[in-house]
């Protein structure tokens, strides 16, 4: 089955997320605003839909404005992304007081949700005003939903035949879902509501530890339909519903029963932009100079969740079980960095730092350097190049939603003799990519078997496994996750269902 053009529906679509798909930014010269475009995979599969139904797109633009009214520019003309044909009146831009987001934003969403929603309890810390100021915030944000809703009704009037479709996302948006359906229903604006969660949804007994878990059940089950990565994530949803709430559920079918409606839960596991790694494999210069050595690949953004800590004692105890790879395999580590103003996040990288120095300073001979460690942000195109020469990635988080930076590997798999990826059961990749070496990051030596392993794979295997990796990636992009999103809320075109799978 393959992914034929782009996915299409009749219903216009409105986006609710706390980025923009662009970032605003004020030329200190003329003093105006430009937009600096995105280039994220759920950006270039979500724009060319809102653009091509007359939707809008709500968000933060990523600077706090001190005019809330003042426009938002139009793209540049040299913008070839997909944002590029998102025009101004399609951008409803929400503007909040600094102090207010930055406690919504790190407070709440980062130092509370982010580690509980990973199954990382200890490290969550409850905070009373932090929550208030999410209400506050997802308060606004349903406000300038309705207005964007009222506005794409009033520009389509008499010719929509389904009524618009607004899609929340994520967990900084959790609460927003219901006050839309409130409004909505008392202006009598049509509109189906979804919602969807880029990170694992917690087990019933780590949710039931939030203070205000309920609420936030309450806010997501506001929608019609909730998606998730996974089955296992659907589940748990269900059984928070049921637990907490009470609700009347159905597990097998994923439904759940709330305020006199059936919410159905699904499981839409995102993929990526394929063809475009591919292209961007094909075409990048190399970076990687010496063809004697063997690279393992991590990429990652600097985060607890990512296992990187565990990752390199894995490496080290590698270098010890087996010497033979001294001198001849290097780890390859770019770690972006990361909400920097969270003390987690900084500590984080202090050890990280002291570990890499440790082992560095332990094995490194005149000639080599077990561990390269890039913290910073690389280009696409070195990426793909990275990802496309590197004989093993390792994508090890102790928890992680979904994880693309498996797929994008894979993606740029374009040489003979293919690379190996090893990859955590606790991801939401790991589920699916079962040609895949799993590798439980928490059991270091058992690690440091699985990559000896990889380095050591022969050829044919790393081929076949790598083929069929590569083939569901194909199948399975970012396009069809749209897709099946569509068809999940019932508006897909007719002509595309019999292209989805899933
Ligand atoms: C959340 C969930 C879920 C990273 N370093 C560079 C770079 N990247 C790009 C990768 C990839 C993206 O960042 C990271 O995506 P992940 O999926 O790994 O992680 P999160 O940011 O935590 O995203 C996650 C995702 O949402 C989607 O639903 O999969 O589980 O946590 O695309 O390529 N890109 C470039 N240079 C870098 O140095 N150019």
């Given at each position: 089955v393959t992914n034929a053009g782009e996915p299409s529906t009749k219903a216009s679509l409105i986006v609710v997320s706390n980025r923009l798909p662009f970032v605003l930014i004020r030329?200190?010269?003329?003093g105006e605003l430009e937009r600096k475009a995105s280039a994220g995979g759920l950006v270039t599969a979500v724009c060319p839909v809102v653009i091509k139904g007359s939707g809008l797109w709500v968000g933060w633009s990523g600077i706090h404005l001190?005019?809330?009214?003042e426009a938002i520019p139009e793209s540049n003309p040299n913008d070839q992304t997909p944002?590029?044909?998102?025009?101004?009146?399609q951008v409803v831009s929400v503007n909040i007081d600094s102090k207010i987001f930055d406690s919504y934003y790190?407070?709440?969403?980062?130092?509370?949700f982010w580690p509980l929603f990973h199954?990382?309890?200890?490290r969550a810390n409850f905070g009373g005003s932090h929550w208030t100021d999410y209400v506050t915030v997802n308060k606004h944000f349903a406000v300038r939903t309705i207005e964007a809703l009222e506005k794409c009704l009033a520009k389509k009037q008499g010719s929509e035949k389904s009524p618009p479709i607004v899609w929340i996302h994520d967990?900084?948006?959790?609460?927003a879902a219901n006050w839309v359906r409130e409004h909505a229903e008392e202006k009598n604006l049509p509109c189906r509501l979804a919602f969807f969660l880029h990170i694992p949804f917690p087990p019933w007994d780590i949710f039931?530890?939030?203070?205000w878990s309920d609420e936030i059940l309450q806010g997501m089950l506001g929608c019609d339909l909730v998606g998730f990565h996974i089955q296992d994530y659907c589940l748990n949803f269900v059984d928070c519903c049921q637990r907490s709430l009470g609700c009347r559920v159905d597990r097998n079918n994923l439904l759940v029963e709330h305020g006199g409606r059936t919410v159905r839960i699904r499981p839409l596991p995102i993929g990526i932009p394929y063809e475009r790694f591919v292209n961007l494999a094909q075409t990048a210069p190399k970076?990687?100079?010496?063809?004697?050595q063997q690279i393992i690949l991590g990429v990652d953004r600097?985060?607890?969740?990512?296992g990187l800590v565990h990752r390199l004692m894995a490496f080290e105890a590698l270098l010890l079980k087996y010497p033979q790879h001294k001198e001849k395999v290097s780890l390859l580590q770019i770690s972006v960095p990361s909400r920097t103003d969270v003390k987690e996040y900084r500590e984080l990288k202090e050890e990280v730092d002291q570990l890499v120095g440790r082992i560095n300073g332990r094995f490194t001979t005149a000639n080599w350097a077990p561990i390269r460690y890039i913290y910073d942000y690389v280009s696409q195109d070195e990426l793909a190049a990275l990802y496309r020469d590197a004989a093993v990635c390792l994508v090890t988080p102790?928890?992680?939603?979904?994880?693309l930076v498996a797929k994008e590997f894979v993606a740029c798999?374009?040489?003979?003799?293919p690379g190996v990826l090893v990859i955590s059961?606790?991801?939401?990749a790991g589920e699916m990519m079962h040609e895949a070496l799993l590798c439980n990051p928490y059991e270091v030596n058992e690690a440091a078997e699985v990559i000896h392993r990889a380095l050591t794979m022969p050829e044919d295997e790393r081929a076949l496994r790598m083929a069929r990796l590569r083939r569901r990636e194909a199948e399975c992009d970012v396009s069809h996750w749209m897709r099946c999103f569509l068809k999940a809320v019932g508006a897909l075109e007719m002509d595309d269902v019999g292209t989805t799978t899933m």
């Open positions: 030329n200190a010269a003329t001190e005019d809330p009214n944002t590029a044909g998102l025009k101004s009146d790190n407070g709440c969403c980062n130092k509370m199954s990382m309890p200890g967990y900084h948006l959790m609460l039931r530890l939030l203070p970076v990687l100079k010496t063809s004697k600097l985060d607890y969740t990512k102790l928890r992680d939603g979904m994880n798999q374009i040489n003979d003799i059961p606790f991801a939401g």
